[in-house]
């Protein structure tokens, strides 16, 4: 409190009863998604140096004019917390040194969308804390349980509840005591973007993480519904061509899976086995896109197009986007996104599919596409048509590969 010597003891109590007043006010006004989407347009974005300056807001505004509030009061608030509702009290206190909040980010979604190359980007920038392991899925394994069997269940399952997931997945010790919350930790439970059926809807994991930890900066990535349905469906095949005893212990078969065995058992085209997932209600991420840009603002959600980030120009762009999103410097940034998890490379000649499933998968795809990309123009993220053009060359290239006879690919 060095600049307060001189003032009067009253003065400064005084000043201090405004500014926990101001930061409660702040803190609380900053919360609501549930308003009009921003009337601006997508040329209307905080500029970069004004959205790295901001990685705190909106819920910890950093410290007043003049530096009145000093030294880690937060990060030390914090280091003793082992609970969300310890946080979002340690949260109110002034910011102080302290550069982020924690834990600051998560990349919520979507799976199948480079994720785990995005987790491994920001895992490897000096200012940031990668959550051990990628996927702590948290919020789905330990919480939001539908009924009481299965809370049972979740509570058996994370004994160590809050405090652990704190402590052991986010690494509260080593961001608030070692780093003083200069360093930003983030996690990527992808799982959380679209909930899991007859368990848990991305819907109350959104409303969840927004109550427990409503400063949270969000990440989603959306890929392309088909190919991201293709990538997801070869990936789930790889487990089904093991024996039984070799699947992993959390996979459970579902009714959506029987394609993938007719398909290990050479009785089924990946394409089939794609279709009857889309039209079984799965793969739905452009809709659940918008569910959660319904539910968080778009001041922290960040939503990064997968055919645009693992282009050419990535660094300069959306990757660097994502830093100043998140607070990070870019200039510290590795170059280059990584590879992880490509599947694709055992099959460059694609996946076949019948013209008329194919036709079909795109029928059920487009038209949420374009509701989706309209959704994003009108909350000032993007133009629709820019957002859609690499979706429609996609589209466009699979159907010139059908052959006369109606043999089609899809290549990822
Ligand atoms: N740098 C880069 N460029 C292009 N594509 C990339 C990149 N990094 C990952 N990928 C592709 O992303 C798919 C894996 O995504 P995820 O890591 O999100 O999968 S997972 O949900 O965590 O299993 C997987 O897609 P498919 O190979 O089509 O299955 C990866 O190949």
Known sequence: MAAHRGLPGAAVALLSVFLAIAIIYLSEQGLSADGPALATSWAAAPPAAARLNNSLAPSAPGPPAGGAVDGNARAAAVAACRSFACLRAAHKLPAGAARFNFPHAMIVGFPKCATTSLYAYLAAHPQAIASQPKEPNYFMRCRNAPNATAAAAAAAACPGGEADYLQRAMKLDEAALVHKLKKAAFEGSTVYSTGKKGFVTAEAIAADLRRELPWLKLVMAVREPMTQAFSGRVHTASYLSRPRDKWPPWFTLQNHDACLLRFAAGNATMGRCVLEFVEAGMSRNTFLLKQWMGQWPREQLHVMQYENFTGPAAAAG???????????????????????????????????????????????????????????????????????????????????????????????
């Open 318 to 412: 959306p990757l660097s986007d994502l830093q100043l999103f998140l607070g990070l410097d870019p200039s510290l940034a590795p170059r280059e996104l990584p590879r992880e998890h490509a599947r694709r490379d055992a099959h460059p000649e694609g996946w076949p599919i019948k013209k008329g499933e194919l036709e079909r998968l795109l029928a059920l795809i487009r038209p949420e596409a374009e509701s989706t990309a309209a959704e994003l123009e009108r909350r000032g993220y993007t133009r629709a048509e820019h957002w859609l053009a690499p979706w429609r060359r996609i589209w466009k290239a699979a159907l010139a590969t059908c052959s006369p006879g109606g043999d089609c690919r899809v290549v990822l």
